[in-house]
């Protein structure tokens, strides 16, 4: 069992700056993908950006060149770094947890930006 603690959401500018923290623990593999995940009334969840437990990023479109995910492999927690934050941005972003089919969601924490 692996739980995910997130942190760091709220209330932000546009054009600001929001840092979200995700602390995983558990049964945790050392091989593995964590991620952030955002959802807004009346659609589906989508990717936001995932990093492997080797380093590999991925990111969605809409937030390359102004977010940033990495993560600190010896305390299990992946960050996600928003620069540039436009409304559009506003939602509940989930962690994620992937290893060996396993798939683990954190609680979800709000970001809400305001024009």
């Known amino acids: 069992q692996v739980q995910l603690v997130e942190s760091g959401g709220g209330l932000v500018q546009a054009g600001g700056t929001q840092r979200l923290s995700c602390a995983a623990s558990g049964r945790i593999f050392g091989i593995n993908v964590m991620g952030w995940y955002r959802q807004t009334p009346g659609n589906q969840r989508e990717l936001v950006a995932t990093?492997?437990?080797?380093?590999?990023?991925n990111y969605a479109d809409s937030v390359k060149g102004r977010f940033t995910i990495s993560r600190d492999n010896a305390k299990n927690t992946v960050y996600l770094q928003m620069n540039s934050l436009k409304f559009e941005d506003t939602a509940v972003y989930y962690c994620?947890?992937?290893?060996?089919?396993?798939?683990?969601w954190g609680q979800g924490t709000q970001v809400t930006v305001s024009s």
């Open positions: 990093i492997t437990s080797g380093g590999t990023t």
């Open positions: 994620n947890y992937y290893s060996y089919g396993f798939n683990y």
